[in-house]
């Protein structure tokens, strides 16, 4: 496995989490896994939440989806499962959005906007996971 240091995109002033990932390229199609750990509270520039960066640019045009789950940690005490998206419309090169489940309209899947990090009080971050495969560009 090659490491690399995933990133979180669409962040709003600074990024106070850390990112650690591995992957995996052959027969021209790229397995990772990318955890990203909020050591402060972090916001996203926009509504429609956090992406994230990947390690090898994905082949463009087609719409990816991977796993994700987000460990509340000590803000919120429960784990989330969603998605994590790359649009068609995509240059591939990074994930697009970042989303689980919620609570709310059905259980919904909404954006993933805010870690809070060390915010109001908490000791520990969230994680956030993200694991799948793509064709390479």
Partial sequence: MTQWTPKLTN??????????GEYVEAGGAVTFTAQIVAKNETNAASSAGFGLTLPKPAK??????????LDGRDADHGVWTGEAQIYAGSDGSQIDRLRVTGTSN????????HVYGDAEGAKEAEIITVTGSYPVA
């Fill in 11 to 20: 962040v709003k002033g600074t990024d106070g989490t850390v990112g650690y």
């Fill in 60 to 69: 463009a045009g087609v719409r990816y989806v991977f796993s994700l789950s």
């Fill in 106 to 113: 059905g259980a919904a899947v909404q954006h993933i906007n």
